[in-house]
């Protein structure tokens, strides 16, 4: 697909009358989604809901709390924070009752915040239909869901079209289109001296090597899959394209420099997010986004991230807080308003589509299709601890398989 600048036909505008309508549709504004019906709980209408949001997205949640207070007379305090203070600050305010009813963050820190208590089950009722199967997994821990998403994010291949028109088929086909290109650098993916074992996870998932398997709860910590045939097969194939072998994979190449690579035009093919896309676009590069190209005949699934809103388990608005989340912030309407602020893909089914409208996100949309969502568990921090270093030292050089022997064995004695 060729792409311009990035559409942005979102009616806006309308955002607070359309949220106020969105809110009566959903039966009172005074009770969650599967109380809809039969009598409803009053609220006080000297309450005020407390919502933590990265700074970046405050206004755009502004239209929604505004329609809120309208309809129900409960106020909502949308506060901005450093994102990278809300996660900790949440954990260590709850159980004071000092921190918010609600808190916007990352579905991997539902581990984390599970274990020490800070969360409450959200009932999401029959709206969980409505949300990508990708969201609400990845919303769910251990069987209950916890987290109301609205954004979904994977990373995708960029291809420079004008360099490589075709979209290609496979790994191999990907690597001879570029180098018939005339590039030394066909491809180019960030790894650095400790590995990127995120952007390498789609090539893994080809040879069947997740890291854990799944019940009907999510994630099991006590199923590793990450070592076995398919991982050993994967570290083969590895270390075959790391320094001894082809050369794709290079720990000498970071972030900046597969950056660069692909904007001076000497790399036709880029593994990365949606947050380097305006980069490329800036650039004046004719931007392609495509399914990761697999080395076999599965697919290469990347890891999806999913960002929402938690439900604190001390807050005394649990009520009015579902309410609030469920049928506001729930819309397509604020999805949409938070889309603009993040140009992320929305996880509402029918935002997510209206999004689509722009080609960019189309594309990471059709990849996020097959994308699986990075495990939550606490466990996944241990696996963290060794995954990097350990592949990094198979592109340099060191036996694949015993290298990737020596990983499992590894995680298998940190989690105990």
């Known amino acids: 697909m060729t792409v311009t600048q990035p559409t942005r036909a979102l009616a806006a505008l309308s955002l607070v009358m359309a949220l106020g309508l969105a809110g009566c549709s959903s039966g009172s504004g005074d009770a969650p989604a599967d109380e809809a019906s039969g009598d409803q709980p009053a609220q006080d209408a000297s309450t005020t809901l407390t919502v933590w949001v990265d700074s970046e997205r405050v206004d755009s949640l502004q239209g929604a709390a505004d329609a ?21 600050d949440f954990i260590q305010q709850v159980p004071t009752g000092e921190g918010p009813d609600i808190a916007m963050g990352a579905h991997d820190w539902l581990g984390e915040l599970t274990t020490n208590g800070v969360v409450a089950p959200l009932e999401l009722g029959d709206t969980a239909g409505d949300y990508l199967d990708v969201a609400i997994d990845a919303a769910t821990y251990d069987g209950t869901v916890y987290m109301l998403p609205y954004a979904v994010e994977n990373i995708a291949v960029l291809r420079n079209q004008e360099l490589v028109p075709e979209q290609p088929t496979s790994f191999d086909e990907m690597i001879a289109s570029g180098e018939d290109a005339g590039l030394d650098h066909p491809f180019i993916v960030e790894q650095g001296a400790e590995g990127d074992p995120y952007h390498l996870y789609p090539f893994q998932m080809a040879f069947g090597a997740a890291v854990f398997g799944t019940d009907e709860g999510g994630y099991d910590a006590t199923d590793l899959q990450i070592g076995g045939e398919g991982g050993e097969q994967f570290a083969t194939w590895l270390g075959e394209h790391g320094k001894n072998g082809s050369g794709e994979f290079n720990t000498d190449v970071d972030g900046d420099i597969a950056k660069q690579a692909f904007l001076d035009g000497t790399a036709a093919f880029w593994l990365t997010g949606p947050w380097n896309v305006g980069a490329a676009i800036d650039a004046g590069i004719d931007v392609a986004i495509d399914p990761v190209p697999s080395p076999t005949d599965d697919v290469a699934a990347p890891f999806a991230g999913v960002k929402g809103f938690f439900l604190s388990s001390e807050s005394e608005n649990k009520v009015a807080a579902t309410d609030f989340l469920v049928n506001y912030l729930g819309t397509e309407e604020a999805q949409l308003a938070l889309f603009e602020a993040g140009n992320i893909l929305p ?43 350990a592949e990094a030292e198979i592109i340099g050089g060191s036996e694949p398989v015993a290298r990737w022997q020596k990983l499992t064995s590894d995680i298998e004695a940190a989690i105990g």
Request: no cysteine; net charge negative.
């Open 347 to 389: 996880a509402l089914s029918a935002a997510a589509e209206t999004a689509s409208d722009d080609p960019i996100i189309a594309g990471f949309a059709v990849v996020g299709e097959n994308a699986v969502p990075m495990p939550a568990v606490p466990a996944m921090g241990a696996v963290f601890e060794y995954w990097g270093i």
């Open 68 to 88: 809120y207070e309208e309809k129900t007379g409960v106020a909502v305090e949308i506060v901005g924070k450093d994102t990278g203070d809300i996660k900790d």
